[in-house]
């Protein structure tokens, strides 16, 4: 059994140390943080599944970065676990939103039965998707929800001719490509002020920010994904700009580069009288955003004609 990623943020040396050789013990990996400022770079280019934070010594930043990993769409179902003073006394957990806490000295064995306990907790609570960590379903549906009536725009994603690439390349490549996809979203949503990212499933997402943003966050997804995508590709395909593969009817087809389609959907459209509704519409925009050649959004401006990038 493949054991869980665990990231230490702590900056005693002989405390973080001495857990990363106990946790390894166990079988964990565990990856050390001793600066604050480093935690979030490192956390999007390798997600931890656990993050411990020790509170036990002055830790600068440790609050903010608290508040910042609760926050995020993408970190805030991470269970965290606190270190505090074996002396010390919360009469309040509001300025430490934490999912458990042990006390120093530490006892070791307690500490992996509250990983144990955490991570099992939050199997039951969540429905993240477990290639991306991003939100489900139950978390999609109530977003969309809330964002009825707003001058938010729900955006849907997905990634044109995503099954013949698995097909031709494999499913390593394949979820690569869809956890790619998952930070470029997450980050482009994060950078532009805020707001939700989820994962329907597969190669389809969905993301909520303000309507005025909207353009922006889809412009900076597809220019970062279209760049990041020649990567996956050998110079020759490049050069001619597909690859062969099996359509569905089991016959060869040239299949071009990869690209995503994305439909926006403003939720303060007249054409938006209920939740179920949004994806009806964004599903044709979707449509036409793959007739056009390459990546391209499509805005719904139903008080005069779809707009399409």
Same mark, same amino acid.
């Given at each position: 059994m493949q054991h869980s990623r665990i990231a230490l943020i702590c900056t005693q040396p002989q405390l973080a140390s001495l857990l990363q050789l106990r946790l390894q013990s166990k079988g964990y990996q565990v990856m050390v943080v001793e600066k604050t400022v480093a935690v979030l770079g490192a956390f999007y280019s390798d997600p931890p599944d656990l993050i411990i934070v020790d509170f036990s010594s002055p830790c600068v930043g440790c609050h903010d970065i608290l508040f910042m990993l609760r926050g995020d769409s993408f970190f805030s179902p991470i269970? #965290?676990?606190?270190?505090? =003073?074996? &002396?010390?006394?919360?009469?309040?957990?509001?300025?430490?939103?934490?999912? @458990?806490?042990?006390?120093?000295?530490?006892?070791?064995?307690?500490?992996?039965?509250?990983?144990?306990l955490a991570q099992s907790r939050i199997k039951? #609570?969540?429905?993240?998707? =477990?290639? &991306?960590?991003?939100?489900?379903?139950?978390?999609?549906?109530?977003?969309? @929800?809330?964002?009825?009536?707003?001058?938010?725009?729900?955006?849907?994603?997905?990634?044109?001719?995503?099954?013949?690439?698995?097909?031709?390349?494999?499913?390593?490549?394949g979820d690569e490509v869809i956890r790619m996809l998952a930070r470029i979203m997450s980050n482009a949503v994060r950078e532009s002020g805020g707001g939700f990212s989820g994962h329907v499933g597969g190669d389809d997402f969905v993301f909520i920010v303000p309507r005025e943003r909207a353009e922006q966050v889809c412009a900076t997804i597809i220019s970062h994904f279209d760049q990041i995508v020649q990567t996956l590709f050998d110079e020759e395909t490049k050069k001619r700009g597909y690859y062969v593969a099996h359509n569905r009817k089991g016959e060869k087809e040239q299949m071009p580069i990869l690209a995503i389609s994305i439909g926006v959907v403003p939720m303060d459209s007249p054409a938006i009288s209920h939740a179920a509704r949004v994806a009806e519409v964004a599903a044709e925009l979707k449509k036409l955003a793959k007739g056009n050649q390459g990546s391209s959004y499509v805005v719904d401006r139903r008080s005069r004609t779809f707009e399409d990038v």
């Open positions: 269970p #965290i676990i606190g270190i505090f =003073p074996g &002396t010390s006394e919360q009469d309040s957990w509001d300025d430490f939103p934490l999912d @458990d806490f042990v006390t120093t000295p530490v006892n070791f064995e307690e500490l992996v039965s509250r990983i144990t039951r #609570i969540f429905d993240n998707n =477990p290639l &991306t960590r991003l939100p489900g379903n139950t978390s999609i549906h109530r977003a969309i @929800d809330e964002a009825l009536g707003l001058p938010l725009a729900v955006c849907y994603v997905d990634i044109n001719h995503f099954k013949p690439y698995n097909d031709v390349y494999g499913f390593s490549h």
